[in-house]
C-alpha cells in the first residue's frame, strides 16, 4: 500500500491511495462531510466484475450507495451521456454534498467526472481508476470532459477528485492490449522523469508483470507519481510544466487523427510517437542513436510498435499536427528526450527535422 500526495492550492489537495481494496473505499470516504447518498457511476463490464464490492464496502459503512451505468467505450464519451447521466443525480436524488464516484477507465472517468464538475455546479468526485492507462494518467491531474463529434476532448473542464482510490488486482482482468497501451505511458514517465522505470520494464515481460503485484505496485505509483508532481507545479497548464506528458504524443495524436481513432489505440500510436520524438532528439544532438536503438527494443519487448503497420500520408500527418491544440501560435513544439529522465520542450523545428523524424518511423 502506498499513498501519494497531489499538492494543489485553495485546500484542493488530495491523496492517491495505491494497492486498496475496493471494498474498503466506504469506509475512506466517512470522514469526509458527504451526504449519505453516493452515485458510482460505470459502464457494464466493468461493472459487473466490480460493482459489487464496492457498492457493499460503502453500504456497510452508511451510505446509500447507487450504480449508474454508461455504454462502454470512447465512442459514448459525449454530451448525450453526460445528459443522460445528470437525469440518474436526480433521479437518485443526490444534494450538493452527495459525491460522484467513477469506477472505470479513461472513458469512464472523464465523463463521471465532467458529470461531477457540472451537475448542481460542482459535486464531491472520487476516481476508482481500473485500466492502467488511468491508473497512471487519466484519474490523477484533475482534467475532465467528452469528445465532439469534431474533435477529442473539445469540452470540459478542471475538476479535482478528492481521493484517487486504487485496488490494483482489478488489473488482473484486463485486456493484453490495454495493458499495452498504458505500459506506453509508463515508458513515457521512464524517458521524461525516471529511468529506474526503464531499468524494470527490460527485466520483465507481460506475463511475468501479471504474475507480480510487487512490480505492478511499483510502476504504478512511480508514474502516478510523477504525474502527481507535474500537477502540482502545473494545476491548469498554465505555466508550460504539463507539457512534458505530451512526449511522444503530438506525433501520437497525429497518428490516431489520420487512421480515425480506429487503428491504434492511444497507447499504441504514443509508442510510434516516442520513437519519432527520440529521432527528434538524436537530430538535435540530446539523445544518442544508441539511446533510440533503447528505446525502440524496450517498445518491442512489450509488443508496442516502433513504426506505423501501413504508410501514412505525410501531408495529412503534418496538417494533423499543426491542428493539436498544443501547437501554440502557430509554432510546432516538441518535447524531446535529452538523455534518460529528463526532456526538453523545442520550438521552431525545422522541417527538414520533423520530416526526418516521421520517416524513422515510417511515414514519407
Ligand atoms: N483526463 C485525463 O487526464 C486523461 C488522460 C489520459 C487519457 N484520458 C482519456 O482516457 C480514455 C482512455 O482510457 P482507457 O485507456 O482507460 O480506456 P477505456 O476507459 O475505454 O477502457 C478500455 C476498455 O477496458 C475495459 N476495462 C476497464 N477496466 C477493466 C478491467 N479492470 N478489466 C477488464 N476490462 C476493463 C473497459 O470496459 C473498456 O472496454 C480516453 O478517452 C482519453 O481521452 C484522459
Ligand atoms: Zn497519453
Not at 437518485?92 to 448542481?120: H, N
Not at 515508458?187 to 501479471?210: F, H, M, T
Request: aromatic content about 6%; overall charge positive.
Amino acid at each position: 500500500m502506498k499513498t501519494i500526495p497531489v499538492r494543489l492550492s485553495n485546500q484542493k489537495s488530495y491523496p492517491i491511495h495505491i494497492g486498496m481494496s475496493l471494498g474498503g473505499l466506504g469506509k475512506a470516504l466517512r470522514p469526509f462531510q458527504f451526504s449519505r447518498s453516493l452515485l458510482v457511476i460505470s459502464a457494464p463490464p466493468i461493472a459487473r466484475r466490480y460493482a459489487r464490492p464496492l457498492l457493499a464496502g460503502m453500504k456497510s459503512a452508511g451510505f446509500h450507495a447507487q450504480l449508474a451505468l454508461m455504454p462502454d467505450g470512447e465512442e459514448f464519451k459525449t454530451v448525450r451521456t453526460v445528459e443522460a447521466l445528470y437525469r440518474q443525480c436526480l433521479k437518485s436524488g443526490l444534494d450538493r454534498r452527495s459525491a460522484i464516484v467513477a469506477l472505470g477507465g479513461g472513458v469512464v472517468g472523464d465523463v463521471a467526472g465532467f458529470v461531477a464538475a457540472s451537475y448542481m455546479r460542482g459535486l464531491p468526485f472520487i476516481q476508482c481508476p481500473t485500466t492502467l492507462l488511468s491508473m497512471v494518467d487519466a484519474s490523477v491531474g484533475g482534467k475532465v470532459g467528452v469528445d465532439l463529434p469534431e474533435g477529442k476532448n473539445l469540452v470540459g473542464a478542471f475538476w479535482q477528485p478528492r481521493l484517487v482510490w486504487m485496488d490494483l488486482s482489478v488489473l488482473q482482468t484486463l485486456p493484453d492490449r490495454e495493458w499495452r497501451t498504458g505500459l506506453a505511458e509508463v515508458v513515457k514517465y521512464g524517458l521524461i522523469a525516471d529511468e529506474r522505470i526503464i531499468r524494470v520494464l527490460e527485466k520483465i515481460d507481460l506475463s511475468g508483470l501479471r504474475r507480480n503485484p510487487a512490480v505492478i505496485e511499483k510502476i504504478v505509483s512511480r508514474s502516478a507519481g510523477i504525474k502527481a508532481d507535474v500537477v502540482s507545479r502545473d494545476e491548469k497548464e498554465t505555466r508550460g510544466l504539463r507539457e512534458v506528458l505530451n512526449m511522444g504524443h503530438t506525433f501520437g495524436h497525429a497518428i490516431e487523427a489520420v487512421t480515425g481513432y480506429k487503428t491504434y489505440t492511444h497507447g499504441e500510436a504514443i509508442s510510434i510517437g516516442m520513437c519519432a520524438a527520440g529521432r527528434l532528439g538524436v537530430a538535435l544532438h540530446s539523445f544518442g542513436n544508441g539511446d533510440l536503438e533503447r528505446l525502440k527494443t524496450l517498445l518491442s519487448r512489450w509488443g508496442l510498435e516502433t513504426r506505423v503497420r501501413k504508410a501514412l500520408p505525410r501531408a495529412q500527418i503534418i496538417r494533423a499536427m499543426a491542428r493539436d491544440k498544443k501547437v501554440l501560435s502557430g509554432q510546432f513544439r516538441f518535447v524531446v528526450p535529452e538523455g534518460w529522465g529528463r526532456v526538453r520542450v523545442v520550438k521552431g523545428v525545422p522541417q527538414t527535422l520533423v520530416r526526418q523524424a516521421l520517416s524513422e518511423v515510417g511515414i514519407s
